[in-house]
Structure formats: structure tokens, C-alpha cells
């Protein structure tokens, strides 16, 4: 309608020409927003048609003579959009996804988030060029792996580039516009609710597909008594077996489900399990079952076609795996399965299949509704429940959503269909509660890595790095929390102005008591204010007691004291240099010599705060050394000389000044915060005076001692209630502020503390090593660097070193059997690696981090016997993994080591572990791994 009656720019005119069909308002409005120089979110359920504002965009960027990049979450989608757009713009668009390099100066730059996001801490000046980015996916800001990602992304995106962010339907989509609007450049938000398609839901119980909302969103049949029967006789400790038994063969088996679809014309349909083996059982049992889903000659031919030219691309041993296997005779069967473990290749072929309408069932775990472009006329979500890891619960209304979303081919089908069957598990409110729930909102998974903080440090403090935190969305969604209480706080007052007024003593008692009201709503900010203020300077004042030198740890100064020998300088808080005389055989940490002449008792480790390191004892008399408890002056046992003598000895021993140290890195700190303590003091002072004044006025004021309340008691009370209610609010949002700002503050220092220990900051400067662990972008990236550092990969062979790399790519927490085994100097590295880990560990816990996850202790042997040439199927013999497991991880293997290579070969292009990489990484690459990297970049074979 839009395009009919509003005259339309030139170039959405040019553009439209390209596309078939007629553009939707919601699209017209976001390419004239983005024509008017405005960024643009598009909130859209799926198959709405959000990627033609992306392609929109697109267009006019390179028709403007400018520069634009597309984002995608993962690489096979990027590889995907990398073959449409070469299709339409040719030589003028690259692809970046780390495996793949294909023109990277182009134009046109399809690539990964994590590769933009590796650019922007690494290479920013190479978007200078750029005009627009586009965000496909963008509500993957939730998801715990890839979403910090995204959020980097778009905080440190330079201001001038146009954004185009593409997100499925949210509740909080206004929310993270508003994020974007304040971290990057104001952003506008385009709401789209309606889908393409219409829904309809349906129960499958007693054999039958019943009705339950129609695709107009009415509700006409309910089943409330049904369903949730076996937790119903759990709860009252009645099921038996054999009640357990009936109740589960209750359950109607998909075959039946596929039956009545395909009776009704329902097909093609995606049937959502949660479980690989079930998805694979389902199949299989459909298949036995003799359902026949492919009814024609020609279909069957062309499925032959098809699976034949996939086969072709495999090696011969390659088709004889058994997934491989399956998945042909389930596919002559128009039936198939989909998940995770599944062969890349296979994935495509299912995809394939069912895109053309040449498979009418596919099983699939949840991942398919992530990403990939595979709409069908009807969704089977097979279970309502999941196990997240911790705990086996109901679906959430997103996780329905995202799963219903794949319902309803646009342009073929007048709507799509939800089937939900029957439990004795859920009952049929528990089915209706999550599918018409109000969906939940978006949260941040932000969460800070090691090279992130160090490509942005800027000594000593890093506040860069602090400015990330505070522009993150995590942190903004606190802050929605802190304007929620603000908010509270201000409704909550003039709820008390609204509240009626009445003085029974002749004087005006509205304005009275609105004044009397006034003065103490400004006594509590006043007061709120002082808080805050006394906060800010007890912060302020924290840092005077940091040395300007690394203070030894509690288990080190354990270690020390335990083989340290009388007559060792020690260095503490109070004494400044004492001599260490002896460990007591009960109570206190250490027995010390003091320049007064006393044998004093230190309690506590924190005391010392500098051991120096080779540096030789004094001697001291054994008198001295033999002490057995404190002594307020030794002279009695030593001669005045002796004494002396043995400090002259310390001071012969050219000992750091630390005092003095310490006084000038106080006075210049001091000096640094001579301002803004002052500015502080001024306004405490101020405010102070202020709650002294208001305190005296509000004792004074006539309404405090007034002697007739009881009339008005009611109004009173309700008044006093709701002045509680606000100080509790002012209270809360005080706490709220300062936990943030502490969290903060810890989070920072943590981090600092971690990377000084392991030597990558000094003194709150990068070293050396600080470059290695920035230009590694992984969990274990510290670790890794650890590894490399300490000589790990030292006389490996290429097949051993690819085999250790390995150990950080598997990512699943699943049981498996391993019967593969491994040589005894990897075996030994093993150990060493655990030594290792449990250091970085135990060193990210004691500062409150939890960052690295370590190896894999039950991957191993697969990644070296592939570099030795076997193949899928002798490794898969041998450990209890899925092909696509084996896939996932050797291509993560590869994108490990290609970091690691791109490293060295940038800081130490001789290193000879460059060249080791290098050659592991040729034999890794091969058959059905190489070909795996390539899916999405070439047109699937048989189409």
C-alpha cells in the first residue's frame, strides 16, 4: 500500500525492480530511515522478510561509491550470504571467517562477528572506509557463547557508520535500541509483529489433530483435564508400574502424528526433539513403519539425483559411514534427521532436500531453528520440556517462538501449523501457558576475556577497559534497574500529592502539609545524597593503601617463611624493614627483629608486603635466632654494638628504598586526587549543612507537633507508609549504584591482578607477552599463551601438536567412551598442561574469576590419528562421538592453531612452532574436514 501512495526515492524505485514481489510498510519505513542517514533495527518475526533492509543496504552503501560490511553469527551463514551477494555484485564482494580469505578489500565484505570484532580491537583503522555494517541475528546479544561478541562489536564500531541491526521478535527490543542509541549513534526501531504467514495451533490427543487456536488467534477448544497424569499420581505417591506403563503408551508415537498430517495435507513438517539419539530413533522408526511420504516416480528420481551428486563429493570410504548411510535410506524415504553431530554435508543435504519439497519430515533438535533458512507448513514440538544442563524444565515462550517460527512457506502455504502432542508428563495448561506466554526479554551474556582487555588497556589503570564495562548492555540493563527505582521513587511522591489534606486547626493545611511533605522528601534526598557522597570519597581514599610494587600472596609468603633463615630482610607494613629471626612453634606468622630493638611477633601475612629475592641473610646472634617469644627489647641479651652492627650489615645490603617509594607514589596519588577529594569534601560539606538546616525546619514546622493528627490519622498513615516506602527505594537505589560500581571496580582489578601474576601487565604495563595473549581470541587463551611460553610444544611433531590443540576444541559435556591411546611424551604433557591449569585456576578464583575452562579430559587420540591419514570411519570405531562432533571439533582445532600461527607469524616470525602449525594444520585440512569449510561458499551439489 505504501509503495502505491507515497512517491518513493530513486533508488528504493531501482531497487524494488530486483524483487518480485511488493514491499511491506515496515520495510518501505526502514529503507527511508536508513536513505535519511538514521540507523535502523528491524524486529521481525521470521520469514517477514528483514533481510531485504539488510540487502537494502547493501545496495545503496555500494552504490554510493562506500564501503559495507555483513555480518553473520556463523561461518556457513557467511560463506551462504557470501555466494548470494557474489551472485548479484560479483568481484566486488569479499568473505573474511577466519578459515576463508576471499578478497578483502572488497567493497562488499560479507564476514563473522568474531572477525569484525577482532578488527576492531586490532585493525580499526580499516573501517575508517566503511559506511555500514549490518548485524544479522542481533538478538544473539543473549546468547552465552556469542554474545559478548556482538556486544563488542557495537560499542567499539566507530560513531560514523550506519548500522542495520536484523533481530527476531522480542519483548525488549525498544530496550536494546535505546542501548545501541546511547553506546554507538540514536538508532531507530521498527517494530513488525504480524507474520507473513498466519498460526494455528494444534493438540494431538486420542489419535486425532484437534483444534486449539485458530490462525485468526482465537482460542476455540480446551482440554484443561487433560494431560500430566503420571505427575499427578507421582505427586500423590500413587503410580505403579503398571499405571506408569498405560500412561506412557498413552503417549501417541510420531508415526501416528506424521499419519494424521499427511491425511490433512500438513506436510512438509519439522518434528523439534531435543535429543540427537531421539531425533535419530524417530526417523528410523518412521522409516519401519512404511509410512509412504514419497508417492511419485519423478520425486523419487530427483531425490536419487540429488543424494548421488552429494555422494559424488565424498571419498568412497566416506560413504560407507554409517550416518552417511542412514541418512541416504531415510532420505529415499522422504524422511530426515537434523542436529548438531550431524556431517556438515549431511546437513546441506537434508537442507537441500527439504527446501525443494523433496523431504516431507525432518526430526531436528532445536539448533535448526538458530540460523537456518528452512521454513515448513507445519511444527511438531515433540516435547515441552528440556534439560538445560542443570535441570529437566518447561520450554520458555522465546524457546517456543523461535521453533513455532519455522511454520508457514510465504508465498505457498494460507498458514502454518504448531502440533503439540500429548503428554502424561504436561498437562494441556501447562502446553497453552508457554505457547501464548509473553515472551522474555533479551539479557546480556556479557562477559570480559583476557585479549579483549588487553588490546584495550591503556596503562596504569585501564580504563578503557572500564568504559566497556560501563557501556556494555549488561550494565545498562542494570542501570534500567536503577531508572526503574528512580521512577518508583517519583510515582510513589506524587502518589502522597494526590492524597487529600485537611488542617482541623484553622491554619492552611494544604499548603501546610504539602511544605511540611516537601521538607522531608528533601531532608531524605539530602540524606540519600550525604550517602552517596561519603561513599564516593571512602572510594576514593582506597587507593592510597595499594603499593606501587606486587605485593607477595599469601601462599607464597607461607612458602617463604617456611624455608627462610634467620637474618632475612622482610619488608612490612607497619616497621618498614625488619629481620626475620624465626616461625614460633604455636601461634603468629613470624618472629622479627625491629630497628627499635625489639623481637616482635607478626600475626597476619598481609603484614609483609615485600620479600626481596636474593638477597643474603644477616647474621644475627643465636641468642636472636633461638628466641623463643616476643621480646620489647633485646638489649638485654645484645650489646648495643651487636645491634648496631647488624643493622649497619642491613644496610650494606643496598635494600630498595620502599619507604620512600611508597611516600612518593602517595603524595603524586594524593596530588592526582587533591581535585577531585576537594570537590568531593566541598559538596559533603554543603550537602551536610543542608541536612542540618532541613532537620531544624522540619522540627520546627507547625504540622511535626501538632496535637489534632487523630482526625486525619488515616491520611496520615497512608502518607508515613509511603514516605517509608520511598526511603526504602532511595536505600535500595543506593545499594544498587554502589554494588554496581564496586562490582565493576573488583571485576577490573581482578583481571589486572591475574594477568600481573602470569606476567602479561607490570605495574599495570603491558610486557612483552601482553601481545601474544591479545592476538589469541579464546577461552584458553591464556593458557595456551602459558603453554607457548613455557616450552610445551617443544619437540612435537606436527600430528602431536594439531592432537594438544585439539584438547581445547571439544566443547560438549556429554559421556563418551575413548579407547584411543596416546604415546607417553604427550601423556606427560598432559600432566604438565594439568599442573598448569590448576595454577590458573586457582589464581583466577582467588581473584574472583572464573574465565578459563581448561582442556577436555575425555578428548583425546582422535585429532593425531587423523593427521596420521586415518579416516572418519576408523576414528569414529574407536571413540563413542557422532561424525559431526569429530567435524565441529577439528574445525575449531584449525581456527586454534591459525590463531596461534597468525601470532607468531606477527611478533616471532622465525618461531619454529610457526612452521610445526603450519604443517599440522595441511594435514588436518583434508576430505571431508576441508570440505566442511567450504559449505555455504559453493552452490550445494544437485541443485
Known amino acids: 500500500m505504501m509503495a502505491e501512495t507515497v512517491s518513493l526515492p530513486e533508488s528504493i524505485e531501482q531497487f524494488m525492480t530486483f524483487y518480485p514481489f511488493q514491499f511491506d510498510p515496515f520495510q518501505l519505513q526502514a529503507m527511508l530511515a536508513f536513505l535519511e542517514g538514521r540507523s535502523v533495527m528491524v524486529a521481525a518475526p521470521t520469514g517477514t522478510g528483514k533481510t531485504v533492509v539488510a540487502e537494502f543496504g547493501v545496495y545503496e552503501t555500494f552504490r554510493r561509491g562506500a564501503r559495507v560490511m555483513y555480518t553473520t553469527p556463523i561461518k556457513a551463514l557467511s560463506n551462504q550470504k557470501f555466494r548470494d551477494l557474489r551472485a548479484i555484485y560479483g568481484e566486488n564482494v569479499g568473505l573474511l571467517t577466519g578459515d576463508v580469505t576471499e578478497n578483502p578489500r572488497a567493497p562488499i565484505l560479507v564476514m563473522t562477528t568474531e572477525v569484525l570484532r577482532n578488527m576492531l580491537l586490532q585493525t580499526p583503522w580499516e573501517l575508517e572506509s566503511v559506511e555500514c555494517v549490518i548485524f544479522d541475528e542481533i538478538h544473539y546479544l543473549a546468547d552465552p557463547e556469542r554474545g559478548t561478541t556482538w556486544e563488542e562489536s557495537i560499542i567499539l564500531c566507530p560513531e560514523h557508520i550506519q548500522l542495520i541491526c536484523l533481530s527476531a521478535t522480542v519483548s525488549n527490543a525498544q530496550e536494546i535500541a535505546d542501548w545501541i542509541s546511547r553506546t554507538h549513534r540514536p538508532i531507530e526501531l521498527i517494530v513488525h ?6 498460526l494455528a495451533l494444534w493438540y494431538f490427543y486420542d489419535k486425532k489433530l484437534r483444534l486449539v487456536i485458530d490462525h485468526h488467534g482465537r482460542q476455540v477448544a480446551d482440554y484443561s483435564n487433560v494431560g500430566g497424569e503420571i505427575r499427578a499420581l507421582m505427586s500423590r505417591g500413587g503410580l505403579t508400574a503398571e499405571r506408569r506403563r498405560e500412561a506412557e503408551e498413552a503417549e501417541p508415537p510420531p508415526w501416528e502424528i506424521i499419519q494424521a498430517l499427511a491425511a490433512e495435507h500438513m506436510l512438509p513438517a519439522i518434528y523439534f526433539l531435543f535429543n540427537r539419539r531421539d531425533c535419530e530413533d524417530y526417523a528410523t522408526r518412521l522409516a519401519m513403519m512404511r509410512v509412504n511420504l514419497v508417492r511419485d516416480r519423478t520425486t523419487r528420481q530427483r531425490i536419487t539425483q540429488v543424494v548421488e551428486s552429494f555422494l559424488a563429493s565424498l571419498r568412497p570410504e566416506d560413504r560407507e559411514l554409517g550416518q552417511v548411510q542412514t541418512i541416504v535410506q531415510l532420505a529415499n524415504k522422504g524422511i530426515g534427521f537434523h542436529h548438531a553431530g550431524l556431517l556438515p554435508v549431511l546437513k546441506q543435504l537434508v537442507e537441500v532436500l527439504f527446501t525443494e519439497g523433496l523431504m516431507k519430515v525432518v526430526f531436528a533438535t532445536e539448533t535448526l531453528a538458530l540460523g537456518v533458512n528452512m521454513p515448513a507448513r507445519t511444527v511438531v514440538i515433540g516435547r515441552m520440556t528440556k534439560w538445560d544442563g542443570r535441570r529437566r524444565r518447561l520450554l520458555t515462550p522465546n524457546e ?3 521453533m513455532a517460527g519455522r511454520a508457514g512457506r510465504r508465498g505457498i502455504d494460507e498458514r502454518g501449523n504448531i502440533i503439540v502432542p500429548y503428554s502424561p508428563w ?9 505457547a501464548t506466554g509473553e515472551l522474555e526479554p533479551v539479557r546480556s ?13 591503556d596503562p596504569p589503570r585501564g580504563d578503557r ?48 502539609l504539602y511544605d511540611y511533605r516537601n521538607v522531608v522528601a528533601q531532608l531524605n534526598h539530602a540524606k540519600s545524597q550525604e550517602r552517596h557522597l561519603e561513599h564516593d570519597l571512602a572510594q576514593l581514599m582506597a587507593d592510597l593503601d595499594d603499593r606501587p610494587w606486587a605485593v607477595p600472596a599469601r601462599p607464597v609468603l607461607r612458602r617463604l617463611i617456611r624455608e627462610m633463615a634467620p637474618g632475612t630482610p622482610l619488608h612490612t607494613r607497619e616497621r618498614g624493614w625488619v629481620l626475620f629471626l624465626n616461625r614460633l612453634p604455636y601461634g603468629g606468622i613470624a618472629l622479627v627483629l625491629t630497628r627499635e630493638g625489639a623481637a616482635e611477633l607478626l600475626t597476619e601475612y598481609r603484614q609483609i608486603d615485600y620479600v626481596p629475592h636474593d638477597i643474603e641473610p644477616v647474621p644475627v646472634p643465636e641468642a636472636l635466632a633461638q628466641l623463643s617469644e616476643p621480646v620489647s627489647d633485646v638489649r638485654g641479651m645484645v650489646s648495643d654494638e651487636a645491634l648496631a652492627a647488624i643493622w649497619h650489615a642491613v644496610d650494606q645490603r643496598e635494600l630498595p628504598n620502599l619507604d620512600a617509594m611508597l611516600a612518593e607514589y602517595r603524595r603524586q596519588l594524593e596530588e592526582r586526587m587533591a581535585p577531585e577529594r576537594r570537590r568531593l569534601e ?41 514516605e517509608q516506602e520511598r526511603a526504602e527505594r532511595e536505600t535500595q537505589l543506593g545499594r544498587e549504584i554502589a554494588a554496581e560500581e564496586r562490582r565493576i571496580r573488583e571485576l577490573l582489578r581482578g583481571i589486572r591482578n591475574v594477568l600481573e601474576y602470569f606476567g602479561y601487565l607490570h605495574r599495570g604495563y603491558p610486557t612483552n607477552k601482553a601481545d601474544t595473549l591479545a592476538d589469541i581470541f579464546d577461552t584458553n587463551g591464556l593458557i595456551l599463551c602459558e603453554m607457548i611460553d613455557r616450552d610445551f610444544f617443544k619437540g612435537l611433531d606436527p600430528p602431536d601438536i594439531a592432537e594438544v590443540f585439539s584438547w581445547f576444541a571439544f566443547d560438549r559435556e556429554a559421556r563418551f567412551a575413548n579407547h584411543f591411546t596416546l604415546p607417553t611424551k604427550l601423556v606427560l604433557l598432559r600432566r604438565r598442561l594439568e599442573s598448569l591449569e590448576q595454577e590458573v585456576f586457582e589464581i583466577e578464583r582467588r581473584n574472583g574469576l572464573a574465565l578459563s575452562t581448561g582442556h577436555h579430559e575425555g578428548f583425546y587420540g582422535a585429532m593425531r590419528a587423523w593427521c596420521n591419514g586415518a579416516t572418519m570411519a576408523e576414528l569414529i570405531e574407536l571413540i563413542e562421538l557422532s561424525e559431526g562432533d569429530l567435524v565441529l571439533t577439528f574445525n575449531k582445532t584449525l581456527d586454534l592453531m591459525r590463531q596461534v600461527r597468525e601470532m607468531l607469524e606477527k611478533l616471532y616470525p622465525d618461531h619454529p612452532l610457526r612452521w610445526s602449525i603450519a604443517a599440522a594444520e595441511a594435514l588436518a585440512r583434508r576430505d571431508i574436514i576441508e570440505q566442511s569449510l567450504m559449505i555455504g561458499l559453493l552452490p550445494p551439489v544437485g541443485t
Open 400 to 402: 517456543f517462538q523461535q
Open 445 to 457: 551474556a556479557f562477559t570480559i576475556r583476557y585479549n579483549t582487555v588487553l588490546n584495550l588497556w
Open 193 to 198: 509483529t504480524e507474520r507473513a504467514v498466519p
Open 682 to 722: 566541598e559538596r559533603l560539606s554543603a550537602v551536610r549543612q543542608a541536612v542540618h538546616e532541613l532537620t531544624q525546619q522540619r522540627f520546627q514546622h507547625l504540622c511535626h507537633a501538632c496535637h489534632r493528627r487523630k482526625e486525619h490519622q488515616r491520611n496520615l498513615q497512608r502518607i508515613a507508609r509511603l
Open 426 to 434: 504436561i498437562t494441556f495448561k501447562e502446553v497453552l501457558a508457554v
Open 465 to 512: 577497559v572500564r568504559q566497556l564495562f560501563q557501556e556494555s548492555l549488561a550494565q545498562y540493563q542494570a542501570a534500567q534497574r536503577v531508572r526503574m527505582l528512580e521512577e518508583e521513587i517519583l510515582e510513589i511522591g506524587r502518589e502522597i500529592e494526590a492524597i487529600p489534606r485537611g488542617c482541623l486547626i484553622g491554619l492552611d493545611g494544604d499548603e501546610l
